[in-house]
């Protein structure tokens, strides 16, 4: 079935530092790939997402890369902040109908002040 | 925009019993909702999508009549855990797809419903 990798699991960084969390997916006809950002017991909130007709996005100091042909996308965070930390959740769309999608394991990272 | 609210936030029962779970839109209209599960320092799993009007879409391995759902207005998805134990103690998570501000594939979560069973 469909299912996408995530890597790290796990990511410290000093603050200030850049991270980037990559992640593949199997399915090729998926379109959509959001990064979803949860703290300890709380919602998952969008924070980027990007589709399949962009190759990269970014919002101040969050961008996201896709691509299609090796059927993978990273994001990257620079001048990490200690507010960055946090589980981040790739995920990408199935296709089928209703949108589904499947995220990938998570990173945990910490910023380090 | 896209508020999503889930009720209630924390919930303990007893082995045996059910819980009823609600997923609301709160500034959106959302034809379709998906539910999730997740476990301690685990991803999203997702257990069902659900549509209004029509019956919801079960997760290979999710048994639908334990977890029963219903989709009865455009803002507002239930789910019911029944007869639960406590293997069912998890973080049960909704979502809700809309075009609020993003795209018609963007899902917005609500904050989760901790359930633990004794």
């Known amino acids: 079935g469909e299912n996408v990798e995530q890597h790290p699991s796990t990511l410290s960084v000093q603050e200030g530092d850049s991270a980037v969390i990559k992640c593949t997916y199997s399915?090729?006809?998926?379109?959509?790939f959001p990064w979803y950002k949860q703290e300890l017991g709380k919602r998952p909130q969008l924070i980027i997402d990007i589709r399949s007709n962009v190759g990269e996005k970014k919002d101040q100091r969050i961008a996201v890369t896709l691509n299609k042909t090796a059927k993978h996308f990273s994001l990257h965070i620079t001048e990490t902040q200690p507010e960055d930390s946090a589980v981040y959740f790739c995920a990408a769309s199935i296709t089928g109908g209703y949108n589904k999608l499947i995220f990938g394991a998570g990173t945990r990272l910490a910023v380090h002040p | 925009g896209a508020v999503v609210s889930q009720h209630p936030s924390w919930v303990i029962c007893k082995s045996g019993t059910s819980v009823k779970i609600e997923c609301r839109s709160l500034?959106?209209?959302?034809?379709?909702m998906f539910w999730y599960r997740q476990f301690p320092k685990q991803s999203l799993m997702l257990m069902a999508t659900s549509n209004e009007g029509s019956k919801a879409t079960y997760e290979q391995g999710v048994e639908k009549d334990k977890f029963l759902i219903n989709h009865a207005s455009l803002t507002l998805s239930t789910l019911t855990v029944t007869s639960a134990h406590p293997e069912d103690s998890s973080f049960y998570i909704c979502s809700a797809l809309g075009l609020a501000g993003g795209g018609t594939d963007t899902q917005y979560f609500g904050p989760g419903t901790r359930l633990t069973v004794l």
């Open positions: 500034d959106f209209q959302a034809t379709t």
């Open positions: 399915d090729s006809a998926s379109n959509y």
